[in-house]
């Protein structure tokens, strides 16, 4: 029988799965955490060992191979862990009764060229493999689970694990101009919201035992680029770096990064507040405190 008060996480070693397992879980509820040492999802002999030994009430998937600039160089890889390994946990998950909640991105958006918020009607076209790999991993997840929840988020960001925060304060310690992109927007997103947003989402379908099962967007609610990110980042950053710091914006082919990145990719986050109440707040708070404790 499985434990309708557990939920396993799946790739709980990442920046997602970290905040996942930090958040204090709504009341009753267990969190387990499996980091890919201890479950390698693109495997479906340990998926079937690590659900046959903590009989989950539900999972949720934060494990993903994520460089997106990897990718391109390692599609087959990509694949492996973001198409095929969602596909095993969804097949695992139909065959418990456990329903699925699996995480996705906005890159699986941006080759249409569109500067609207995307809403989850709107046809894919990812620009990358990263994209590629993400969209295949939910078409997957859609034909062999029907009781899951698909959360496209973006741009995440965090104190836990390395992301574009930590980057801008390095080169904001270590040079006095730095450059940075303004033609790629998007919605950043706190994963500590993102995951106890998650957590919430999985106590309401344990508790309902269903749920308006599909596909959904909850990421940020500010739409920005790059630069004017940057420039946030340093409004808290300069009040403990004693020093004057030019940003410069320029255009992504200044860096020439393998993979393409979409020029807009905000998610329109809609549907979720109306069918779960969920909706992440300004996180320009938790960006400050993001900032002071990297100091
Ligand atoms: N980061 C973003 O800006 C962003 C934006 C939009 C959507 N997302 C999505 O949000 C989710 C969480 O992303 P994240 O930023 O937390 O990624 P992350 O920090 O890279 O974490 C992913 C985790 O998955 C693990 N993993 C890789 N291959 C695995 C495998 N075969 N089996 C089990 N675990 C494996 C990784 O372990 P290793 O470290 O050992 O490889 C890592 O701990 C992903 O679905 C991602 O696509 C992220």
Redesign the pocket.
């Known amino acids: 029988m499985a434990k309708q008060n557990k939920i396993l996480v ?2 709980a ?5 970290r905040e996942l397992l930090a958040a204090a879980p709504p009341p009753g509820l267990e969190l387990i955490g499996l ?2 040492a201890q ?4 495997s479906a002999e340990q998926v079937a060992r690590a659900m046959a030994e903590h009989r989950p009430g539900l999972v949720i998937n ?5 460089n997106v600039d990897g990718a391109e160089s390692e599609p087959q890889a990509a694949l492996a ?1 973001n198409a095929q ?1 969602p596909q095993n946990l969804a097949k695992a998950c139909h065959e418990a009764g456990a329903p699925f909640i699996h ?5 699986v958006f941006g080759g249409g060229g569109q500067t609207r918020p995307y809403l989850e009607s709107d046809p894919p076209m990812p620009l990358n493999q990263y994209g590629v790999s ?1 969209l295949r991993g939910e078409e997957l997840v859609r034909a062999a689970c029907s009781r899951h929840l698909i959360v496209r ?4 960001f965090g104190a836990l ?1 390395r ?1 574009f925060i930590h980057l801008m304060l390095e080169l904001m310690r270590s040079r006095s101009t730095i450059k940075v992109v303004d033609d790629q927007v998007g919605c950043p997103t706190p ?1 500590a919201d993102l995951a106890q947003a998650l957590l919430r989402l999985a106590a309401m379908v344990l508790e309902q035992g269903d749920a308006a099962w599909g596909t959904y967007h909850l990421g940020g609610p500010l739409v920005i680029n790059r630069y004017q990110f940057a420039q946030m980042i340093w409004a808290e950053a300069r009040k403990y770096l004693n020093k004057d710091l030019t940003i410069e914006p320029v255009g992504s082919e200044v860096f020439a990064a393998p993979a393409k990145r979409p020029a807009y990719s905000a998610l329109d986050c809609a549907k979720i507040k109306q069918r779960f109440g969920l909706a992440l707040a300004d996180w320009r708070p938790e960006l400050a405190r993001i900032v002071k404790l990297l100091q």
């Open positions: 799946f790739g070693g990442g920046m997602l799965g980091a890919r479950a390698d999802i693109t934060a494990a993903a191979f994520s862990v390994g995480i996705s991105t906005d890159y993400k988020t973006s741009w995440l694990a992301n994963a």
